[in-house]
Nanobody, 126 residues
Framework: QVQLVESGGGLVQAGGSLRLSCAAS????????MAWFRQAPGKEREFVAA????????NYADSVKGRFTISRDNAKNTVYLQMDSLKPEDTAVYYC???????????????????WGQGTQVTVSS
């Protein structure tokens, strides 16, 4: 069974940067697409970014395009989310998720993912 553990969250001022990490343990995750979602208080969980198993395909929500970068290191079983030019509206709990497939056209849907981490809080102050 695969477990996902996020880290790297924290408090940052608007315009600052954070790098989130998601480490997978258990069965290999190198053949699985991975993604980041986020959920703000009182809101539904929303898609942030996704990456195919090879890292060759990435997708981003319009709200983070040009500011966030998703990447992965399959040798380390880790996926990353580099977040630059952070805004107060980026404040949320960030979750990483594992797809059963190497890539899905429905990468933006939470239901496409089998395994979730516990989340890491990101707070951006104005």
């Amino acid at each position: 069974q695969v477990q996902l553990v996020e880290s790297g969250g924290g408090l940052v001022q608007a315009g600052g940067s954070l790098r989130l990490s998601c480490a997978a343990s258990g069965r290999t995750f190198s053949v699985n697409a991975m993604a980041w979602f986020r959920q703000a208080p009182g809101k539904e969980r929303e898609f942030v970014a996704a990456i195919s198993w090879s890292g060759g395909r990435t997708n981003y929500a319009d709200s983070v395009k040009g500011r966030f970068t998703i990447s992965r290191d399959n040798a380390k079983n880790t996926v990353y989310l580099q977040m630059d030019s952070l805004k107060p509206e980026d404040t949320a709990v960030y979750y990483c998720a594992r797809d059963l497939a190497s890539y899905s056209e429905t990468y933006y849907l939470p239901a496409a993912y089998e395994t979730w981490g516990q989340g890491t809080q990101v707070t951006v102050s104005s």
